[in-house]
């Protein structure tokens, strides 16, 4: 006896019951953490007023003078991250790693004062955001994200196949009957309100998979392959940009993070082996020089200046801008100013 046949229709309506029962965990989880990191510039001087809000004054201290200042207050410290004001009212803040512990440091522009600290690994933002991109638990997490995102598009696309119209009514499938009652209007409310959405669905898993660690790795490696001429005279390092970002800071954009890092160039040459390589950076170019780069060259405010790592190590640069357009990183030799 044949056993009846399984129609695809069917078959469809199953991947998407099950998928739905995998991927609705993370798209809740996805869209809190996604909408607390989105408003961050909204959110962090509501929080942290006392030690991001300033009296605007008539005279800042130089980006140099509140270093040293923080280098006196956290002597075995090892400051690695500059974040300027972003506006009159605002404070400074220095990324210092202190004993195992990665610190934001918090210091008054126009008193020279420090504000605060406040841990850089367990704040709002950066639980969000480790959240948002693995979980909290690393490579495991990232993959798990992305194998719900890549679930993600299964959903829709099933969604869409089960919600196709095969009548000719627009009722119940352009918009729900609302006189229904009971199980048909729920389903009108998910088919329409689906449908309605899946075009934004859609471009958010997709877009959201060019971050992830395996498909959006290959993604920005494509993306990468700049002309020869980009880095013609220019030494490289065999440290990629993604080591200046960490699952809970992102400095330079993922369109970047597989793209060589720069080397000093005056002292690229003498720093290629042993312990040369590990030398401690030791910049001729000040603080203060690379900030007023950054103004002559009209990046928008709220960037960070990296700092060099090493002797061969550069200055970075970086703003994620409101316009994409806007988007800048610059690297700068620690001993020419170069760009």
Request: proline content about 6%; glycine content about 8%.
């Amino acid at each position: 006896m044949s056993k009846p046949q399984l129609s695809f229709y069917n078959l469809a309506w199953r991947w998407h019951f099950y998928a739905g029962l995998f991927v609705a965990p993370f798209m809740i989880l996805l869209a809190v953490t996604g909408i607390i990191y989105l408003f961050k510039p909204q959110l962090d001087p509501l929080l942290y007023r006392p030690l991001m809000v300033v009296e605007a004054g008539h005279h800042q201290h130089s980006a140099d003078s509140l270093l040293h200042t923080v280098q006196a207050a956290y002597p075995r410290g090892h400051v690695s991250q500059y974040l300027p004001p972003v506006a009159a009212e605002r404070s400074a803040q220095f990324v210092v790693n202190d004993s195992g512990r990665e610190l934001n440091v918090f210091i008054d522009p126009y008193s020279g004062n420090l504000l605060g600290e406040q841990d850089a690994t367990y704040n709002l933002q950066a639980v969000a955001r480790a959240l948002h991109g693995e979980l909290m638990i690393g490579t495991l997490g990232d993959r798990l994200v992305e194998l719900a995102a890549g679930w993600g598009i299964v959903l829709v696309v099933s969604g869409l196949y089960l919600w196709w119209p095969r009548g000719k009514a627009s009722a119940g499938v352009l918009w729900p009957r609302l006189n229904a009652r009971g199980r048909l209007l729920w389903r009108d409310l998910h088919a329409v309100s689906g449908f309605w959405g899946a075009a934004l669905l859609l471009f958010m898993l997709l877009s959201g998979m060019t971050w992830t660690g395996f498909w959006g790795k290959q993604y920005a490696d494509l993306w990468n392959r700049f002309p020869v001429a980009m880095w013609n005279d220019v030494p490289q390092s065999d440290q990629q940009a993604r080591a200046l970002n960490s699952a809970t800071r992102q400095t330079v954009p993922w369109a970047m993070e597989n793209t060589p890092m720069p080397q000093s160039g005056a002292h690229a040459e003498h720093m290629q082996h042993g312990a040369m390589a590990e030398a401690p950076a030791a910049p001729q170019v000040s603080l203060q020089q690379v900030q007023d780069l950054a103004t002559t060259r009209s990046v928008e405010p709220g960037y960070s200046i990296t700092l060099p790592t090493g002797a061969s190590g550069v200055f970075t640069i970086a703003v994620f801008a409101d316009d994409p357009r806007n988007d800048a990183t610059l690297h700068i030799d620690q001993y020419t100013g170069q760009v």
